[in-house]
């Protein structure tokens, strides 16, 4: 079976009429209660346009049951993956970058990827660069178009300008992408990719670990994940109190939503930091964005300006952000999400 | 304890940039410059841990041509002890300014580096992560608060990661990249902008730092963004809703 797979790939890149240079991908993937995290899906999406013939590998890192299921999760979660490799131990029980790089560093030099990705998560932001430090390579980080297997398109100046790089090195080729530039459609795969266990006996013998997780504050919620949501409502600093934000609340509750907000918002104590969009919060690219009381500066299109459809509700009819929005209603948000909460269809 | 700031001079936040039609990059030409905003948060938090007796001296430092000087006297003037600049006029990415960073930690022994998340122009979020990984030190990124303990030895960091907040515990030395929430910049008041005049700012090049510049990476253009079509304003609750019906067909 794998045999026959492997000799027909090498027949097909020996007699391919435009020989393309082997491309083998390790994507560094997170997992959050035993599946695999989608953004790292979008990696696996982003890796394709890298060029054909590509391996890709899979690795999680973690330890105990969930991340076995999580593994079993990405050996199937699409057709590109060729292999998952699984990284059980204590210490990578918590995201710590100190370890993680060292045990990509160590994955690279025995694996010699000619591409290494993340997704641009807190996560991948966090230990991509330091991994690319490790391996003497510049990286590419936030990454929303691929045009070749070394040249990249990123944003830059809060996404007013787009940088097309090239790398030049020859070393692994290293980057970050943003998920929701790489969307991910539901791909069946016949049979699951091969799971192997990382080798770890010898890993982190000789390093001290000078970091230590302490633990972490999150928002329970059963609202939509507001990395990939499907409609986004964010509210701004026109909502004046986090009182007044439990409005905003139902209005996303209403339509299946979930919840962002600007910095000025965050920095009002009116909703905690993750809910963020921006240019240094969330970036996002829903179908529908709502953004009520919502200036419109730079920093904060810079986080949605890439939604389908955006739709403004603002007082001031010269806010910077009807400039962007396909929609817009100039008037009192405070009668005017409470009409829309009364009058918007159920869902079904 | 000494404390090690990097500043980076970029465009001002408020500036509304304009890429050049050779599409070779971004206008800056007689534009605005100042410190990158993360970077004041940076110095910011280096004079406060000053202030509370457990650091003796903040140095600042700067990478690259000669008007990095003005970054790095705003820096004297907020209260830095002393400058560092490095001078160069290559387009330097971020793994030569964190290699450049890594030469001068090891000449200046601080036992913390603190450096802003991301610099505004280039949004790289990178520089942090990897002059920590050169260093071998541990990193505490995108910091919201950070508390050194009294004997100095250690530091929890609390972080803005994507599902909330999160806690670490960092030996020092350590490299920390500040967030916005951190805190909130000082100006820097008259008589500390002229008594920055006299505090003294060193002048070193890569040369002597013994850093090999390489560049692998080539900019090959600079774009501007696919512009969105001119939307509409609607008249009411009713109208909207039947646009993002039928016309949008988003719900």
């Known amino acids: 079976m794998a045999v026959g797979m492997i000799l027909r790939a090498l027949r097909s890149r020996l007699t391919s009429p435009t020989a393309s240079r082997y491309i083998s991908t390790l994507v560094i993937a997170e997992y959050d209660g035993g599946s695999v995290k989608s953004s790292c899906i979008s990696a696996v999406v982003a890796a394709k346009s890298l060029g054909d013939d590509n391996s890709i590998s899979m690795l999680l890192a973690g330890s105990g049951p969930s991340l076995q299921q999580a593994a079993v999760d990405a050996a199937k979660c699409h057709p590109l993956v060729s292999q998952v490799l699984v990284a059980d131990s204590d210490k990578f029980k918590y995201p710590l970058a100190e370890p993680w790089a060292k045990l990509v560093e160590s994955l690279q030099q025995k694996g010699g990827y000619s591409h290494i990705i993340a997704a641009s998560s807190s996560f991948g932001k966090n230990i991509l660069p330091r991994v690319a430090a490790l391996l003497d390579v510049s990286p590419i980080t936030d990454v929303v178009e691929i045009s070749g297997s070394h040249q990249f398109v990123r944003p830059i100046y809060a996404g007013n300008a787009l940088c097309t790089v090239r790398y030049t090195g020859d070393r692994p080729c290293m980057l970050t992408i943003r998920s929701t530039a790489f969307p991910v459609s539901i791909e069946a795969r016949s049979e699951a990719a091969p799971i192997s266990q990382v080798d770890l006996s010898t890993f982190g013998e000789d390093t001290v670990s000078k970091s230590s997780y302490i633990g972490h504050s999150s928002q329970d919620s059963e609202r939509p994940d507001l990395g990939n949501a499907r409609i986004v409502v964010t509210g701004g600093r026109g909502l004046k109190s986090a009182e007044n934000f439990k409005m905003i609340e139902k209005l996303a509750e209403k339509l299946g939503a979930a919840v962002g907000a600007t910095r000025a918002a965050v920095d009002a104590g009116f909703v905690p930091n993750e809910l963020q969009v921006g240019q240094t919060g969330k970036i996002v690219a829903p179908e529908l964005y709502m953004a009520f009381g919502v200036s419109g500066a730079i920093q904060h299109l810079a986080g949605m300006r890439d939604s389908k459809v955006i739709v403004a509700v603002n007082k001031d009819g010269d806010a910077p952000i009807f400039q962007v929005a396909d929609y817009g209603l100039v008037g009192d948000l405070f009668e005017i999400v409470p009409e829309l909460i009364e009058k918007l269809p159920e869902r079904n | 304890m000494k404390i090690m700031v990097a500043i980076k001079r970029v465009v001002d936040y408020a500036v509304k940039i304009r890429v050049k039609p050779d599409k070779s990059g971004v206008e800056t030409t007689n534009v605005k410059m100042s410190m990158n905003p993360f970077c004041e948060i940076a110095l910011e938090e280096a004079l406060r841990i000053k202030e509370s007796g457990l650091a003796s001296e ?71 992560q990897m002059v920590a990984g050169l260093l071998n030190w541990p990193q505490g990124t995108f910091a919201s608060k950070v508390v050194l303990d009294k004997e100095k030895r250690t530091m929890t960091v609390d972080r803005e990661v994507d599902g909330g907040l999160e806690t670490l515990l960092l030996e020092l030395p350590a490299v920390i990249t500040t967030d916005l929430r951190l805190n909130q910049p000082r100006y820097a008041t008259l008589p500390n902008i002229m008594k920055a005049k006299s505090k003294p700012i060193k002048k070193v090049t890569p040369e002597d730092l013994k850093v090999q510049l390489k560049s692998d990476l080539e900019v090959v253009q600079v774009t501007e963004p696919p512009k969105r079509k001119a939307g509409v304003i609607l008249s009411s609750v009713d109208e909207l809703i039947n646009k993002l019906k039928d016309e949008a067909h988003v719900i």
């Open chain 2, 58 to 128: 903040v140095v600042a430092v700067s990478i690259g041509p000669a008007q990095c000087l003005d970054t790095l006297r705003t820096g004297l003037a907020m209260g830095a002890d002393r400058g560092i600049h490095v001078e160069s006029t290559a387009n330097l990415y971020p793994l030569a300014v964190a290699k450049l960073l890594k030469a001068l930690a090891e000449l200046e022994n601080p036992r913390l580096l603190i450096l802003g998340k991301q610099a505004i122009d280039d949004d790289c979020n990178q520089t942090g």
